[in-house]
């Protein structure tokens, strides 16, 4: 393999890219804007969720409790009857319905235990879980502050710091718009690659490279090296000036650190797509096999739901996916401050990962070309 | 060429068919048309004669209405081409077959089945068609291969092809764009033969006609010489003839041109050959390429002595690039041997391909870069010095005549100079050995003669073997020596001069010719399908389409015609069912995804790992820690030994929760004195730190009514409706289902329009009556019917392998996905409709479906707790509406009545976005 001509070639890749305005304005658009709308608008588990209360008490103790639910947790409680309570629900209107039974108070003071019904629109994973968790806790806390008020009453004085690292506000934010950073680069460096790969075939120009004095990896270097050093300096960008400046998103670690990890997640997505490129006979079909590639590493690599919580296939599974290892060592990076000797297991597994799928699609590579021309 | 020298002694009809005034034209910066006044005559075949690049084309396609007008006017069949209306009333009557070899055909369509298409287009009834298609296929002798697609065509079939859907509907007026290009002699006569009957059947038709053949013109009635952007002359080919006073329209066109232009060029001088034979450079032996069962390439062999110009003709698709593919390495043989200088041919050897150049057919460069950048991007590819590299490129581009247009890029130069950009990228590394297929076609005469001065001295001079195939004959006559391929097979190999004398022949065209009707009779008993078959007796004229009634149903249906729309309808659905594997990937891609979905996205937080740093080591100290691990949430992992381990493990993301019971715990517990548990969370995925925080400090707070002897004041009960279990399956699977119907049907139909404007059909709905709508919303049906296959399927797979109980009303369901499924369509139609190339399309469609779809309708978080332009988008986009039901008709048992919200957002999104994708393409090209 020969570097001026890997030089070369990427040179030209980069020529044709700066031909292609519309492309460009993508390019921009999707790590600025995407970034900071993604970024904002990722809530808080719990952000203003909808919440109904059917007062059936109307008593001190029930009001104080329909008191206790303020943003930016939850929306301002709509005080309901209990015919409209099924109704509501079924539309979607609320997340949530609590349900005071008359007699609340009464029976408290009295010591008789009485029952409140939360109702869970359970469809609504996220809310429904923490919600409900929140919500006990707040009712809870209500009644037990009115009752010692009351009767002055002690509970066990065991209190629980808690307390937060790398997020203290456990802000969504500062991890979406990372996230959302690696959903863009995986994207993107996987359809430069590939797509221009189907289309220097559709156009007859990779057959006249081959006629050449240069090989198959020269070219397919060529390509890596131009569209993962563009993706490249989108995402430094990116990250310096919208997460960083706009957003103004703290980041713990080194900067430069997580470059080299998205160099070498580059390596491994930019040949992923030479490979799709290889495998698609048409852009429709590279179109069709980017979704059902991107859909799973955009949700199942850790970054839309924590891994811990899939199934021990898939999570194996996507221990193959380049985003998995990427998405670990960003955290570990930007938010924990985690240095090499912390995340050298995730850049050996991208190094693995990139070889893998160069050499794969470097196998088929000239095959498929022949194939095509 | 029979009948062309007594017709054109007809006067033309005196009333125009076209006039023409003041029409200009630019491209960016580059003047296409600079000032044209022309009246047409109507009734005859008028020509369009000049060089490249001097504005036939565009004058053509301003005539056709494919191209809008900029400056001047220009009336057709009695209106201004400027009027949308008049447009549409006229268009019927117009028939445009645009250059390249069935541009606007459709390759993966059978013969039948292109027909069909344009005879719906024009409104046509079944019976109609049939009759129609009949009549001209029969007429042109593509009867026998109706079910042949048009992309395995020969280049002459293509085009009668091409000829047969321009005439479906009975064209006043024909116009023809360089109908003949690349098209070998035999097929040309034959499109001309053609031509000459049917007018005779229909001689009130117009015909305007584009080429680069003088001799083709001087059979015209009526030409208009061009240049540079405006008419040099008018007139019938005889008065052109004798204007000048030269023999031939060749010589007469040189004689037109400016003084300038003129000086340049001389005949070319055919120096004759003197070398050693025996110094072998090409040397083939028994190359044979199948693919499949079709023999491509049969057995050739040949030996090319250095310093020859050897000349490979043949009829198109006769094998000629595929035996130039096989030399170049390119394509591996299926049996047989190749040698360049006595080398095998081989893909991998670097060294070999130093030496040899291969120029294929098509402009093969890169249009992205300017021509300096090509010439030099080659020059160091093929390891030019960096220091002798500046004075080669400018050696090469003096040589080819490119100095001046240097920073130019190629797609603004004529065909002429960016062949001969192909040429001077194939010399800038000084090779040995030459490989040019049909380098000069659609190249003008003057362009054509310069590039064989340099051919003739590269060979003659500098000794370099050029082996070049061509359809031209007086090309073929200054080769040394000339094969004749066809059907994959060399019929003879000789010298043009010794070719002409052994055939009996006037000139090398004859000669040729009857080679290949001897060949065609021959392979015509063994294997009829094999061959064009086209000297069939023309029909008699009692049959010709002009008898029939007057096509289709030429004035309803002016905004909305079901049958044209129904004819695109068919069109997308043919195309998808020929590529059975994108309609795989979007069925079973999507069940896939369902699966890896389904099962992977979990929001049920469990397995989390934690550790103690237990400085009490008491009772009640562990009692602490085993309510926690003994939860199914958490996984207590090896305790912590001090503060820099907690420190370390969290940063590696070892552990989510670290706890710190201080020393006196379980004794200050006891004593009822306050005491306190420190807790860390990792916060790097916020999620998850929700979620952990959620749990220690419920079960911190079981924990405590454990320890404390009063009972509860109050109890709550939670009741998790629509799902009492809190299956994230459950939850999941119904949000599942909307997101994979937006991704895989946009994605599918994101392309549809991109698609054809980069293969250039789109010229159909440029021309055509079919109207925006039409267009769209048939191009969206099939991909519709397929979202609605998928939908079914997945919902199938919902009920049963994954056990999701469907409780409220499936057809309010189904009926939702309908309107769903609309949007979705309509969302790749509308990237497809204003992206000009399809990776942009490819890029924008997954910009707009994928992260809106998953993260901003509703699937994981609530739309109503979205903040800033997510929640606006949120709350427009189609899926957060489907999504509603889907969950409402899954988990809720609801129907109609009570998703009537989420139908109206659907019943609006879908038009609308119709809307925006019609507003935004374009019904003639800018």
Partial sequence: MQASNVLNLGIKELRSLVRDPMLLVLIVYSFTLAIYTAATAIPETLNKAAIAIVDEDRSPLSARIAGAFYPPYFLPPVLITPAEMDARMDAGLDTFALDIPPNFQRDVLAGRQPAIQLNVDATRMTQAFSGSGYIQQIVSGEVGAFVQRYRGEQTLPVDLALRVRFNPEMNKGWFGSVIEVINQVTMLSIILTGAALIREREHGTIEHLLVMPVTPAEIMVGKIWSMALVVLAACAFSLVFVVQGLLAVPIGGSVALFLAGAALHLFATTSMGVFLGTVARSMPQFGMLLILVMVPLQMLSGGMTPRESMPALVQDVMLAAPTTHFVALAQAILYRGAGLDVVWPQFLALVGIGAALFSLSLARFRKAISRMS | ?926
């Avoid at chain 2, 050897?349 to 021509?371: D, H, K």
């Avoid at chain 2, 195309?575 to 795989?584: C, F, H, K, Q, Y």
Wanted: aromatic share 6%; charged share 20%; with cysteine.
């Fill in chain 2, 1 to 926: 060429m029979s009948g062309g020298a007594d017709r054109s002694a007809t006067p033309p009809v005196a009333s125009p068919v076209a006039r023409l005034r003041d029409v200009r034209l630019m491209y960016g910066k580059v003047r296409a048309i600079d000032g044209v006044s022309l009246d047409v005559p109507g009734g005859c075949v008028v020509g369009l004669i000049g060089p490249d690049g001097v504005g036939k084309s565009s004058l053509l396609s301003l005539m056709s209405g494919a191209r809008a007008l900029q400056e001047g006017t220009v009336e057709v069949l009695g209106g201004s081409m400027a009027e949308a209306r008049h447009r549409h009333a006229v268009c019927p009557r117009i028939a445009y077959m645009p250059q390249g070899l069935g541009k606007n055909l459709y390759p993966t369509l059978s013969i039948a089945e292109n027909l069909d298409f344009f005879g719906r287009l024009f409104g046509q009834g079944g019976d109609e068609r049939r009759r129609r298609i009949a009549d001209l296929t029969r007429s042109t002798g593509l009867a026998p291969f109706l079910d042949r697609p048009a992309g395995k065509l020969s280049g002459g079939m293509k085009q009668k092809l091409g000829l047969c859907c321009a005439l479906i509907h009975d064209p006043d007026l024909l116009i023809l764009d360089e109908p003949t290009t690349g098209v070998d002699p035999l097929s040309r006569r034959q499109f001309w033969e053609l031509i000459d009957r049917i007018r005779a059947d229909r001689p009130g038709m117009s015909v305007v006609v584009a080429t680069a053949y003088m001799e083709e013109a001087a059979r015209f009635d009526w030409l208009v010489a061009m240049d540079e952007g405006r008419v040099l002359a008018t007139g019938r080919p005889r008065e052109l003839l004798e204007r000048t006073a030269t023999a031939t329209l060749e010589a007469a066109f040189v004689a037109l041109m400016p003084e300038e232009k003129r000086r340049g060029h001389k005949a070319v001088a055919i120096v004759p050959r003197t070398g050693d034979a025996s110094d072998i450079a090409i040397e083939a032996k028994g190359l044979t390429m199948r693919f499949g069962d079709f023999v491509a390439v049969d057995h050739v062999s040949f030996r090319i002595p250095r310093g020859e110009i050897f000349g490979f003709l043949g009829s198109n698709g006769c094998g000629k690039t595929t035996t130039m593919k096989m030399l170049t390495g390119l394509l591996p043989p299926s049996e047989g041997e190749a040698r360049l200088f006595g080398q095998p041919v081989d893909a991998r050897n670097i060294a070999t391909r130093r030496r040899v150049c291969y120029m294929s057919q098509a402009f093969s460069l890169y249009s992205e870069l300017t021509i300096r950048q090509n010439l030099e991007l080659h020059a160091r590819l093929f390891q030019v010095p960096e220091d002798v590299l500046p004075g080669r490129v400018a050696a090469v581009a003096e040589r080819f005549g490119l100095t001046d247009a240097m920073e130019a890029l190629p797609d603004r130069l004529p065909l002429g100079q960016r062949q001969r950009l192909s040429l001077a990228v194939a010399m800038v590394h000084e090779p040995a050995l030459l490989i040019l297929d049909e380098p000069t076609s659609g190249v003008d005469p003057i362009a054509r003669d310069a590039f064989w001065e340099i051919m003739i001295g590269l060979a003659r001079r500098d000794g370099v073997t050029i082996f070049i195939s061509t359809h031209f004959m007086n090309e073929a006559e200054r080769c040394d020596r000339i094969s004749l391929m066809h059907a994959g097979r060399v019929l003879v190999s000789d010298t043009p001069a010794a070719l002409v004398a052994t055939r009996g022949a006037a000139t090398l065209e004859e000669a040729f010719i009857g080679y290949l009707e001897e060949a065609v009779a021959e392979s015509r008993d063994s294997d009829a399908a094999a061959v064009p078959d086209d000297r069939r007796p023309s029909p008699p004229p009692a049959a010709a389409p002009s008898a029939a009634a007057p096509s289709g149903e030429r004035a309803s249906g002016r905004f909305f015609n079901p049958r044209r729309m129904l004819s695109y309808t068919l069109l997308e659905g043919l195309e998808l069912r020929r590529d059975p594997i994108r309609a795989t990937l979007a069925l079973v891609g999507s069940l896939l995804l369902m699966v890896i979905m389904g099962y992977g996205i979990n929001m049920d937080v469990e397995d989390l790992s934690f550790a103690v740093l237990d400085r009490d080591q008491t009772t009640v100290s562990r009692d602490y820690t085993l309510n926690l691990s003994g939860s199914r949430y958490f996984v207590e992992q090896a305790p912590i030994r001090d503060y820099e381990d907690l420190d370390r493990r969290m940063r590696a993301g070892e552990l989510s929760l670290a706890l710190e019971i201080p020393p006196g715990f379980g004794r200050d517990v006891a004593r009822g004195r306050p005491v306190q548990i420190g807790a860390w969370i990792d916060g790097a995925m916020p999620t998850r730190a929700e979620t952990v925080n959620g749990y220690v400090q419920g079960m911190h707070s079981q924990w405590l009514a454990s320890r404390s002897q009063t009972p509860g004041l109050a109890t709550i009960e939670t009741r998790f409706r629509y799902n009492p279990d809190v299956e994230s399956l459950k939850a999941i699977v119904p949000a599942v289902i909307p997101i994979l119907l937006l991704l895989i049907p946009a994605m599918l139909a994101a392309l549809s329009v991109v698609r054809e404007k980069e293969l250039g059909s789109i010229i159909n709905l440029y021309v055509t009556p079919v109207t925006k709508l039409e267009f769209l919303l048939g191009k969206q049906l099939p991909y519709v019917g397929l979202a609605m296959l998928n939908f079914l399927l997945m919902v199938g797979l919902a009920v049963t392998a994954f056990g999701v109980p469907l409780t409220g009303n499936l057809l309010a369901l189904s009926t939702g996905a309908v309107l769903y499924s609309f949007s979705a369509t309509a969302m790749g139609l509308l990237m497809s409709s204003f992206m000009r190339s399809q990776i942009a399309a490819i890029f924008g469609t997954a910009i707009a479906t994928l992260i809106p779809a998953t993260q901003y309708s509703g699937m994981i978080d609530p739309v109503s707790s979205l903040g800033g332009a997510a929640a606006l988008i949120g709350e427009v986009y189609p899926t957060t509406h489907f999504l509603t039901m889907s969950r409402g008709v899954f988990s809720k048992a609801l129907g109609f009545g009570d998703l009537h919200a989420a139908f109206v957002a659907l019943l609006i999104a879908a038009p609308v976005l119709i809307g925006a994708s019609a507003l935004l393409l374009k019904k003639q090209e800018r």
